[in-house]
């Protein structure tokens, strides 16, 4: 198995930790319970959650390429919650979703972490939490409306750090407020997902890899799905194909855009990381629109990422998404601005890959219009990996029909909102992107920015602060 034509690193690195990896390909019909379709942490996270409710169910998950290849297997590894999301929340589903939802986020991180444990998948988690900071002026006071929100509702988990503890703890002295949270903290994304590929397989889901779905025969008793070499026939399907999905579902073309998240590591350097104060496994994350986020890892690396480059038009997989990132001199000059310390230390790779956002922000889940026996999720917009575990309960909710708070929840109505056609999309986007790029260098140099560019960024707003997109 060549890990090389990966460009993600944790990707990579646990194929490389892999003693044998023989993936196995559909070669002949087939007939099950439940197909998923997609690999990522939530076809395996719904396939987990289905055999522990029901273990005689017939689970067969499909895999275009090797699983966790997609974003799964290449994001930040930041485990964040939807704790900052609350306004967002309350607004689409009222109050007491809202509250219930982010207590289930923060009890999410710590069950992918015991589960873990349990299961001996070693996805090098620390839960050292998250710290949300302003890296300049203009994002000084960013996240008080949230916390105020979540203050009056006694959710609130966020305590305010000192600028000196904020600096002295994220290793960098760019930042001049934070607010830090323990309910969140990093993972090895690749390890975690291939860890939960076979844990799924001793748990008795069938797996094939390389095997993609070119059709689906929808309107069909039991639904029928193509793929190269052979047909399955499945009562229930789910589809887990993240940012794959509007390219094989016209109903969603306008739900979500694609639009790159971007990231660099280092080679190790852990006496530097421990001199400038960064230690532990918590991550950073900015306030600007388009975030910075960085991490270190146990090895003693810096991974720093930076959402909102590359917009693909008409939502279209491009192999841009496959490849080193091609906006490598922004992440250096993000790299050298928050850590001049480390400016000798080499980058050992970049790589970049494709964030589904929505219009609100927050994923979607349901099932098909035309034919309800096949579910899809999708829509994490950045926020997916501690959410793909949510997403897991609510898509086995939904193939069970069972009646519970997360079948009822307005995450399970199909998508909230769209956004415009193309070539309108595409354009608009990158007018936007462009406008917060010279806005935010503007605030960066503490310069005032011009006021057609500080009108421009608010159309971007919907895309939510402190989202890692
Ligand atoms: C670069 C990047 C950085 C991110 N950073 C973070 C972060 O730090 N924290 C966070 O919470 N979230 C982050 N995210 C978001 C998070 O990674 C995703 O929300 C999450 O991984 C989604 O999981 P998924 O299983 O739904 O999708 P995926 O992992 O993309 O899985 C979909 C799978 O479907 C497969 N597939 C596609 N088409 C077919 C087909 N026709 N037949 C069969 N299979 C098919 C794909 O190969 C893929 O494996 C990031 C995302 C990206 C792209």
């Given at each position: 198995?060549?890990?090389?034509?990966?460009?993600?690193?944790?990707?990579?690195?646990?194929?490389?930790?892999?003693?044998?990896?023989?993936?196995?390909?559909?070669?002949?019909?087939?007939?099950?319970?439940?197909?998923?379709?997609?690999?990522?942490?939530?076809?395996?996270?719904?396939?987990?959650?289905?055999?522990?409710?029901?273990?005689?169910?017939?689970?067969?998950?499909?895999?275009?390429?090797?699983?966790?290849?997609?974003?799964?297997?290449?994001?930040?590894?930041?485990?964040?919650?939807?704790?900052?999301?609350?306004?967002?929340?309350?607004?689409?589903?009222?109050?007491?979703?809202?509250?219930?939802?982010?207590?289930?986020?923060?009890?999410?991180?710590?069950?992918?972490?015991?589960?873990?444990?349990?299961?001996?998948?070693?996805?090098?988690?620390?839960?050292?939490?998250?710290?949300?900071?302003?890296?300049?002026?203009?994002?000084?006071?960013?996240?008080?409306?949230?916390?105020?929100?979540?203050?009056?509702?006694?959710?609130?988990?966020?305590?305010?750090?000192?600028?000196?503890?904020?600096?002295?703890?994220?290793?960098?002295?760019?930042?001049?407020?934070?607010?830090?949270?323990?309910?969140?903290?990093?993972?090895?994304?690749?390890?975690?997902?291939?860890?939960?590929?076979?844990?799924?397989?001793?748990?008795?889901?069938?797996?094939?890899?390389?095997?993609?779905?070119?059709?689906?025969?929808?309107?069909?008793?039991?639904?029928?799905?193509?793929?190269?070499?052979?047909?399955?026939?499945?009562?229930?399907?789910?589809?887990?194909?993240?940012?794959?999905?509007?390219?094989?579902?016209?109903?969603?073309?306008?739900?979500?855009?694609?639009?790159?998240?971007?990231?660099?590591?280092?080679?190790?350097?852990?006496?530097?990381?421990?001199?400038?104060?960064?230690?532990?496994?918590?991550?950073?994350?900015?306030?600007?629109?388009?975030?910075?986020?960085?991490?270190?890892?146990?090895?003693?690396?810096?991974?720093?990422?930076?959402?909102?480059?590359?917009?693909?038009?008409?939502?279209?997989?491009?192999?841009?998404?496959?490849?080193?990132?091609?906006?490598?001199?922004?992440?250096?000059?993000?790299?050298?601005?928050?850590?001049?310390?480390?400016?000798?230390?080499?980058?050992?790779?970049?790589?970049?890959?494709?964030?589904?956002?929505?219009?609100?922000?927050?994923?979607?889940?349901?099932?098909?219009?035309?034919?309800?026996?096949?579910?899809?999720?999708?829509?994490?917009?950045?926020?997916?990996?501690?959410?793909?575990?949510?997403?897991?309960?609510?898509?086995?909710?939904?193939?069970?029909?069972?009646?519970?708070?997360?079948?009822?929840?307005?995450?399970?109505?199909?998508?909230?909102?769209?956004?415009?056609?193309?070539?309108?999309r595409w354009l608009g986007a990158i007018l936007v992107r462009n406008a917060i790029r010279r806005k935010e260098s503007a605030e960066d140099e503490n310069r005032t920015?011009?006021?057609?560019?500080?009108?421009?960024?608010?159309?971007?707003?919907?895309?939510?602060?402190?989202?890692?997109?």
């Open positions: 198995m060549q890990s090389t034509q990966y460009s993600s690193f944790w990707f990579k690195e646990a194929l490389e930790s892999e003693s044998d990896i023989q993936p196995r390909k559909l070669e002949a019909n087939t007939t099950t319970d439940v197909c998923i379709v997609g690999g990522g942490f939530t076809g395996l996270w719904t396939a987990i959650q289905l055999k522990m409710k029901q273990p005689a169910l017939d689970i067969l998950v499909i895999e275009k390429d090797l699983c966790g290849s997609g974003a799964s297997g290449r994001n930040g590894g930041c485990m964040l919650t939807w704790s900052t999301k609350y306004l967002t929340l309350k607004k689409q589903y009222g109050e007491a979703e809202a509250i219930r939802l982010v207590k289930a986020s923060e009890a999410a991180v710590y069950e992918i972490e015991a589960f873990c444990k349990t299961h001996g998948i070693d996805a090098q988690i620390r839960l050292d939490g998250t710290l949300y900071t302003a890296s300049n002026r203009a994002q000084l006071g960013g996240i008080e409306p949230v916390l105020a929100a979540l203050d009056e509702q006694t959710i609130n988990t966020w305590q305010p750090w000192t600028k000196e503890k904020v600096q002295s703890e994220s290793g960098s002295n760019v930042h001049l407020e934070g607010h830090f949270s323990l309910a969140a903290g990093t993972v090895q994304p690749g390890l975690l997902v291939r860890g939960l590929k076979r844990v799924a397989e001793q748990m008795g889901v069938t797996i094939f890899e390389h095997t993609p779905m070119t059709e689906i025969q929808r309107q069909h008793t039991p639904v029928r799905i193509t793929t190269p070499c052979a047909n399955i026939q499945a009562n229930k399907v789910v589809l887990a194909l993240n940012a794959w999905t509007p390219a094989l579902l016209p109903e969603f073309k306008n739900s979500v855009v694609l639009v790159s998240s971007d990231m660099l590591i280092t080679e190790p350097a852990p006496d530097l990381l421990k001199n400038l104060g960064f230690r532990d496994g918590k991550s950073v994350i900015d306030g600007r629109t388009f975030v910075h986020y960085y991490r270190t890892t146990p090895d003693g690396r810096l991974m720093l990422g930076k959402g909102g480059n590359y917009f693909s038009f008409g939502n279209r997989m491009s192999a841009v998404f496959d490849q080193p990132s091609r906006y490598q001199t922004i992440l250096d000059a993000a790299f050298r601005r928050f850590f001049p310390a480390m400016h000798s230390v080499p980058v050992a790779a970049t790589w970049t890959g494709a964030s589904d956002r929505s219009a609100t922000g927050m994923p979607f889940f349901g099932r098909l219009t035309d034919t309800p026996s096949v579910v899809y999720g999708l829509g994490y917009s950045g926020n997916g990996v501690v959410q793909s575990w949510i997403g897991g309960q609510i898509l086995s909710s939904l193939v069970l029909e069972e009646d519970n708070d997360w079948t009822r929840s307005g995450l399970a109505s199909g998508p909230k909102g769209s956004f415009p056609p193309e070539p309108i920015p011009n006021w057609l560019d500080k009108q421009l960024s608010k159309l971007a707003n919907f895309a939510g602060k402190a989202d890692k997109v």
